[in-house]
């Protein structure tokens, strides 16, 4: 039997998301999804600033949604997690876990005692005696400090993933992973943006960009002159709410410029990918990320990419009990879904 699932539990900049999955005869099914706001400030750079609002709001959308499954699968992203391929000769997986940590200490710019390590054989001969091996390196301080949290929220976090591996795998779960195109999968956050390139069947290339939604937020409270809550209210308010208030082409306008901005951050990284690989034209972009939805991004992605855009369904391959949920709001929920689904599917005894 399949172990049991962990609950996703997403802690984003600007919200929490939480998924939990049930593994059926059918396939996979939706128990639990739902998010909820984090006060601005709550996170910044990647550090939690306010540890009992933070371990409040979980308590609070765990109690929501009557969430008794007390272990999670949480996730770092960012400045705190570093992520490579590294070539190594070919032993085994024991092998490989005694001797991780002493050959790690050359390809991370940190001091080894203040990371976790962690190591993956993604390819068991890559010829001349060497094998593919994919490193991650978080820094410990920041692992604690969000399991701190969860802790204080009375959850165990059993499980501590990346965002951009979160993405993979809610990616698997919903869309055939191409075996002979280069796909890349981008989720615009309010302060990252995870890359996850995928070539082969394989990942190949994983980045996080810190930047996202907030820059946009931050321009338009400037630009206007008002506090970051309306700011961000009138970034995500319909073109009816904005074009009566007669600020709508304005915000597009400042919209688009960001955009443009976040668009060329992306396309730098792509084209370090494309330098250093062999499959290097990327078909098609899987977006997901509340800000995805900004003004200009689709269309900047497009013309100055020249790839496919398409949105990541996390619900796609999910069976949904439309008496249980509603559909429309949980469609809406969709953008921002992607690394929570992800998380939902890592088991128990997962590391
Ligand atoms: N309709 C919209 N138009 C523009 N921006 C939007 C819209 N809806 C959401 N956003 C933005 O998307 C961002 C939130 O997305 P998401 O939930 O994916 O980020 P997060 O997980 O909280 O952040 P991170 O992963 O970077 O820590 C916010 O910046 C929000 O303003
Ligand atoms: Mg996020």
Redesign the pocket.
């Known amino acids: 039997m399949a172990a049991q699932h962990v609950v996703g539990l997403?802690?984003?900049?600007?919200?929490?998301?939480v998924c939990q999955l049930k593994a059926t005869k059918k396939g996979t099914q939706l128990v639990a999804f739902d998010?909820i706001m984090?006060p601005p400030d709550t996170?910044r750079d990647?550090q939690v600033m306010h540890a009992p609002q933070l371990s409040e709001r979980i308590q609070e959308v765990f109690g929501l949604n009557k969430i008794r499954n007390r272990r999670v699968a949480i996730s770092l992203?960012?400045n705190s997690v570093i992520i490579k391929k590294i070539s190594l000769p070919e032993m085994t997986v024991e092998e490989l876990e005694d001797s991780i940590q002493w050959e790690a200490e050359q390809y991370i710019p940190f001091d080894i005692k203040d990371v976790n390590v962690d190591a993956q054989i993604i390819n068991p001969s890559a010829g001349q005696g060497q094998m593919d091996v994919l490193l991650v390196a978080a820094k410990r301080a920041i692992i604690d400090e969000f399991a701190e949290v969860v802790r204080d929220a009375r959850i165990d976090p059993a499980v501590v993933d990346v965002?951009a591996f979160a993405l993979y795998n809610c990616f698997e779960l919903n869309h055939e992973v191409p075996r002979d195109e280069t796909v890349a999968l981008v989720?615009?956050?309010?302060?990252?943006?995870?890359i996850h390139i995928v070539a082969g069947g394989m990942s190949a290339f994983t980045r996080d960009i810190t930047t996202?939604?907030?820059l946009?937020?931050e321009e338009i409270s400037k630009q206007f002159a008002v506090p970051w809550e309306e700011a961000?209210h009138m970034?995500?308010s319909s073109e009816t709410t904005l074009s009566m208030s007669g600020v709508l082409r304005e915000v597009q306008r400042i919209?688009e410029r960001v955009s443009e901005q976040m668009v060329s951050e992306i396309q730098r990284s792509l084209d370090f990918f494309a330098a250093t690989s062999m499959n290097a034209e990327i078909s098609t972009i899987y977006l997901?990320?509340?800000?995805?939805?900004?003004?200009g991004l689709i269309e900047g992605l497009e013309r100055r990419l020249g790839a496919e855009v398409r949105a990541i369904n996390p619900f796609q391959n999910v069976f949904v009990d439309p008496k249980k949920f509603d559909l429309a709001s949980l469609q809406r929920m969709a953008?921002?879904a992607?690394?929570a689904v992800g998380l939902g599917c890592r088991a128990r005894g997962d590391r």
Do not use: F, H, M, R
């Open positions: 997403d802690i984003g900049t600007s919200s929490i998301k998010s984090l996170i990647g992203s960012g965002d989720n615009i956050g309010a302060s990252t943006i995870n996202g939604g907030n946009l937020t961000e970034k995500t919209s997901s990320g509340g800000a995805a939805l900004q003004t953008p921002i992607a690394v």
